[in-house]
């Protein structure tokens, strides 16, 4: 898959507007609560390298992977003091490349991997990748993904979105052509049935800066699994945590959530 716009291009299209600044915004403090200073982020789909270079600022360790070679030598142009100092380490290859390597055993293992932006959306095969996490992480780690929501409301103007109605309801997915390949969006069973056996979908968050310390904890769909879908109707982007068990050795343990009985 290959994004309409790569390296400086692409900085200036995510940079251009405020609720996309103000998404990443809120995407970066929240993956700061999961990993701790010290710790390792593994950037997945890391693009130009935005969210390396503030992690790696922030004092953590990150690895990196995208599978675009354009803008992976961008962020090694962008972000070389930091690769040289040891703070960034960026892979490199083909997605397949990627799936097959075997752990590097001088690589960190990383407390939380991220993908920002939907790099989760232009997968094909989650439980494949889903594996491939596990092998990256340490136990009780964290996998925090923005996504597109497929129950946002904004894209009810739009002909596509009508089109994919019944296939989405039956299906939890709706796939349309992108730039360069399918763009996915899938239900929030779907992504938790897909994480499976490795992880569990935890907590949902609504794409944007939280109004309150409520907000902030996540929707709490333990409360009302079948309407609180609702409060992903008006943002474009969902942010979902995954942990890798064991859940409890990550602070406090959330109840169980019956994902399966989301719209
Ligand atoms: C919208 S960009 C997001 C980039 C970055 N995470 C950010 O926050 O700006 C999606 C990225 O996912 C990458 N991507 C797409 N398919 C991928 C794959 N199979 N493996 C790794 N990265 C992939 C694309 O090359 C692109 O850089």
């Not at 995208?66 to 962008?78: G, H, I």
């Not at 904004?154 to 052509?177: H, I, N, Y």
Request: proline share 7%; hydrophobic share 45%.
């Amino acid at each position: 898959m290959r994004p309409a716009h790569v390296g400086a291009q692409y900085v200036r299209a995510i940079q251009q507007h405020d609720s996309d600044r103000e998404a990443r915004g809120a995407f970066q403090s929240l993956a700061l609560r999961h990993v701790p200073p010290g710790g390792t982020i593994f950037d997945f789909g890391a693009g130009a390298g935005i969210d390396a270079r503030f992690f790696a600022e922030q004092g953590r360790c990150v690895r990196t992977y995208d599978n675009d070679p354009r803008m992976r030598s961008y962020l090694a142009e962008t972000c070389r003091d930091l690769i040289e100092a040891g703070r960034i380490l960026p892979e490199t290859g083909e997605y397949a490349e990627f799936l097959a390597r075997n752990a590097d055993p001088r690589a960190p293992q990383a407390d939380l991997v991220i993908a920002n932006f939907a790099p989760l959306d232009l997968i094909d095969d989650l439980p494949v990748l889903f594996a491939k996490i596990h092998a990256l992480t340490l136990p009780g780690a964290g996998v925090l993904a923005s996504v597109l929501s497929p129950y946002f409301l904004g894209d009810l103007a739009l002909g596509w979105r009508w089109r994919g109605m019944m296939g989405q309801w039956r299906t939890g997915r709706l796939s349309v052509p992108g730039a360069g390949g399918n763009i996915i969006r899938r239900c929030l069973r779907v992504f938790a049935a897909e994480c499976a056996p490795s992880f569990t979908l935890q907590r949902v968050f609504r794409g944007r800066p939280p109004r309150d310390a409520l907000e902030a904890a996540g929707i709490d769909f333990a409360l009302s699994p079948r309407t609180a879908w609702l409060h992903l109707t008006r943002c474009r982007f969902m942010f979902l945590l995954f942990r890798r068990e064991p859940a409890e050795q990550h602070g406090r343990a959330h109840r169980a959530v019956p994902f399966s009985a989301v719209a």
